[in-house]
């Protein structure tokens, strides 16, 4: 399965997903605040778009392809360590 492919079909064929829609389905144990101070201090590695540039009160969002390698990202870390704690070579 692809996930930017299913992403683009969640999301309408967005190519940059508002913050507001990716934190509640992602990252739901964050605000919308805290998610983006988080990814401005390098906690969450991922790209985050300022559609105005630097102003601090643009719009901001995470590209479709960002968001999937994310994604694909944290699955191989999890793959890994499921193989891991089971005793099996990653």
């Known amino acids: 399965m692809n996930t930017a492919f ?3 079909a ?3 064929g967005q190519p940059v ?3 507001e829609k990716v934190v509640p389905d992602f990252f ?3 605000s919308v605040d805290i998610f983006i101070r988080k990814v401005s201090a390098g906690e ?3 790209p985050m778009i300022r559609i105005e ?3 601090q009160k643009s719009a901001k969002g995470i590209h479709l392809n960002d968001l999937a390698d994310y994604i694909d990202k944290r ?3 999890a793959v890994k360590e499921a193989s891991q704690l089971a005793g099996r070579s990653a």
């Open 10 to 12: 969640q999301y309408s």
């Open 44 to 46: 969450i590695d991922i």
């Open 6 to 8: 299913m992403l683009l």
């Open 75 to 77: 699955r191989a870390a």
């Open 17 to 19: 997903i508002p913050v």
């Open 28 to 30: 739901g144990h964050l």
């Open 53 to 55: 540039g630097k102003s």
